[in-house]
């Protein structure tokens, strides 16, 4: 829920009351329920906030919030989905409440264990605490870097701090310049700034994900990365069936505390193994609590389905599958196809990153709004945690010396020939596929099914290699940046996403498992296709590709979007642009433009310059 903003001039000069209302506003669509501000008795500091009222809808839940004795105050985005249990802990130690939320609890857990209340809360947030007795500030994200953070540091000058980096366009006497070191980073790699925690701009940093940063007038700002998944895993059965009990009791149990709030909650629903559990769950945890919904919205979750009619992209044919098997409706949105270059330009100058797949997640969330949700349920993390990507199996191919090698590479042949199918299955549904987005998907597997195994296999753990692999992805090189990119989209609109597979004890639980409880049997996710088992239609649960979210390039570029692309090609700013050589860029863009002979290797080359190129010059 909410942005979060605050500013702090370490020089000694006062912060105004319009100075920071102005800063906080540029954050109205992430809570338009609500504004406030606070500024410290020294008039140096102010924080701001903007409210998207889902836990505790009073006045009595407005932010910036102060403890009892009006020494801690706090402005926060997120959730913390145990604060009811928490807050019984803390009144058995003294504390008293005034309010139902869960921001006061995070006040009253900072008090009672300091910087260690971290490790007391379940969910998501990023928050930043001003102590008014000492003079300093404390700032902090969530494990997983669910919910954004942004600053500007200048020792001896300015601190100042913001949910989007959209923000600091109207931060007084400072000017956000582009970084052309960074640009040129995000260009090639879509992923590198979100794992340094850079950003485009010159001197805008990100918090990562599980680190804190304190800071006081007198000293350096203090920045320590709090959580390390490795260092929280547990002990697990060796039987796959009491593993599966285990999960199961998670994962049902992170999706239940997920559907604590005083709204209504919706679900996306892509068709896809990892959505499609989450509705079921849900489905479940009603009809098994339908006695006590103390806990539950009234209203059921309603399914949102995104479809992309006439394109490859389109997994309505799958959602549809669930949708029937429960016997329950669903609200369809489809893409905005007028002035999709007008449209295109407004979403990545919103979001002020570079990317390298235009954005359409927001439209989703935009219904979803429309529909009067504030809150929805969805399925990221899986791939990352379970090997959903096709790359984590080949990469774990090539790196792995085991005696399972041959076991794994056959693994990764059947999942080839399961693409092919799904290939086909498309086809027979009378949908264009003709832009050659599956071939890339088989292509980027051709090389390993084909290749030659070695003669000798070398005994070597085959877990490790595998762990590292799902490790990195999931902390650093991939998810880090997704949920960038699904919190812009999503709070573009007032409607805050909840995760229940980046529940912290399903996380740990699930990186301490051994892999064949992961992958095996021709098949990813093993582990959660098998508590799915009479939950979901088998066309579902054992679905082994899927294409996710994604903007229909090759449709678009080869046809609304072809004639904006030649506009742009042919700019001076493009042309003469000190990033790129412009004119060979050009030059061969324009080829493939004519000819309208985009394919989706292609799109997927181009797209992040001509990101960059709207964002900064256009």
Known sequence: MCGISGIWRLNGRSVSYDEITE??????????D??????AK??????????LSIIELSEAGKQPMHDEEANLYITYNGEIYNFPELRDELKQKGHQFKTQSDTEVILAAYKQWGKECLYKFNGMWAFVIWDEKNESLFAARDRFGIKPLYYVYKPESLFAFASETIAF??????????????????????????????????????????????LQNTKSAQVHQWWHTKDHLTSVPHEFKKQEEIFKELFYDSCRIRLRSDVNIGLTLSGGLDSSSIFAAVKEIYRNELADKKSLPIEEPQAFIASFPGTSMDEKIYAEEVINYYKTKANYIYPEIENLPELIIKAIRHEDFIYKTPPVAHTIYKSINKMGIKVSLDGHGSDELLYGYPWMIRDLMLISKSANFIKHFNTYAQMRQNAKLSFLNIAKEGLNIANGWYQKQLTDLEFLVNRQLPDQVIMEGLD????NIAYHCFHYNTLPTLLRNWDSASMRHGVEIRIPFLDWRLVCYLFSLPMKSKLNNSFSKIILRDI????????????????????????????????WIADIITSKYFIESDLWDGTKLARSIQIINQKKAWDQRKCDTFWPYLNAAILIYK
């Open 34 to 39: 609500g504004y406030g501000v606070y500024i």
């Open 169 to 214: 366009s109207k931060l007084k006497n400072f000017n956000k310049l582009i970084d052309s070191k960074n640009i040129s980073h995000a260009i090639s790699n879509s992923f590198y700034l979100e794992m340094v925690g850079n950003t485009i701009y010159q001197s805008i940093q990100k918090l990562k994900a599980g680190s804190y940063l304190y």
């Open 532 to 563: 799915m088992k009479n939950r979901l239609p088998d066309s579902i649960r054992n679905r082994r590709y899927k294409i996710g979210i994604n903007a229909p390039m090759v449709e678009w570029f080869n046809g609304p979007l072809n004639n």
């Open 42 to 51: 020294n008039t140096c500091l102010a924080l701001g906030h903007r409210r």
């Open 464 to 467: 490790n290699a595998a762990d």
């Open 23 to 32: 800063f906080n506003n540029t954050l109205q669509h992430r809570g338009p």
